[in-house]
């Protein structure tokens, strides 16, 4: 039977879902094979509440806050976490997927590694249809994501499980989406926290047309590129030819349409295996 002390809390902000994807995500936590958790979801108000297909669910586990007014993603993820009850938080986007396992294995290496404070996934990219287009396989080992932070986002924020306290006490999520969760590994690793993803594709990630992960593609690209100045270039980080080249090409990406450098970054970052 599951110990109560090690309640699951998963996160989920929710702003104009597609009902059906955000079925599909919700379910993928609720079928977990570990079942000691709660689903903690924090919807901003639209044009297209997901709160009837959240209802519709009908299980106790399920923690639902619909907000008054438009507020933004960090705001949600910082109320979810002051709404949580577990001493380990779970992320999830609603238009993801969590492999049954996930939330199991991470606790389980949460549980076996007192020194770690974040554990991700490697993940599988699939479209709107559902259809896997290939696998990400991300840096494993603490030394390794660190290294790769200089560059990208080296964890998934979506499939993160990290220990609630250590968040807490590096002051929640600060800068706002779309570097939110790359501004907070970075902080988290400067107050020596430590890191690893577990080398299987436990999540699904989805992109497709309409999501932000597409249409905030050049604000991302530029936040990147302003954050890694700050935390590592005017800091005490080796910065050196890499990240300058990394920086230069991401300037150019910027004057691409979104839909290309997709495409590009795809095709550059994905496996047929995992």
Not at 100 to 109: A, D, W
Not at 185 to 194: E, M, N, T
Not at 220 to 229: F, R
Request: proline share 4%; net charge positive; hydrophobic share 40%.
């Amino acid at each position: 039977m599951d110990n109560c002390q090690d309640l699951i809390s998963v996160l989920l902000p929710v702003y104009k879902p597609d009902f059906g994807l955000l079925a599909k995500a919700v379910g993928s936590v609720l079928g977990q094979d570990y079942k000691n958790l709660e689903v903690v979801i924090v919807e901003d108000p639209s044009d297209r509440l997901g709160r009837e297909v959240i209802e519709g669910f009908s299980d106790r586990r399920i923690r639902y806050k619909l907000n008054d007014t438009r507020t933004s993603m960090i705001d949600q993820l910082n109320t979810g976490i002051g709404l949580s009850r577990g001493e380990y938080i779970a992320r999830m986007d609603a238009d993801d997927i969590s492999m049954p396992s996930r939330l199991g294995q991470q606790l389980e290496f949460l549980r076996e590694h007192p020194d770690i404070s974040v554990v991700g996934t490697n993940i599988e990219i699939i479209n709107e249809k559902g259809v896997s287009l290939g696998y990400r396989r991300l840096p494993e080992r603490h030394e390794e994501i660190v290294r790769a932070l200089r560059l990208y986002c080296s964890v998934a924020h979506p499939t993160v499980m990290f220990r609630k306290a250590a968040v807490i006490a590096e002051g929640l999520y600060q800068v706002s989406a779309p570097v939110e969760d790359w501004d907070l590994w970075c902080r988290l690793y400067k107050s020596g926290k430590k890191f690893h993803n577990i080398q299987e594709p436990l999540f699904k990630y989805r992109i497709h047309s309409q999501a932000g992960k597409i249409t905030t593609m050049r604000k991302t690209l530029l936040a990147g590129i302003a954050l890694k100045k700050r935390h590592f270039k005017n800091g005490i980080e080796r910065w050196g030819f890499r990240e300058d080249a990394r920086c230069a090409t991401e300037r150019i990406l910027m004057f691409l349409p979104p839909k290309i450098v997709l495409k590009l970054f795809l095709y550059h970052s994905l496996r047929k295996e995992p």
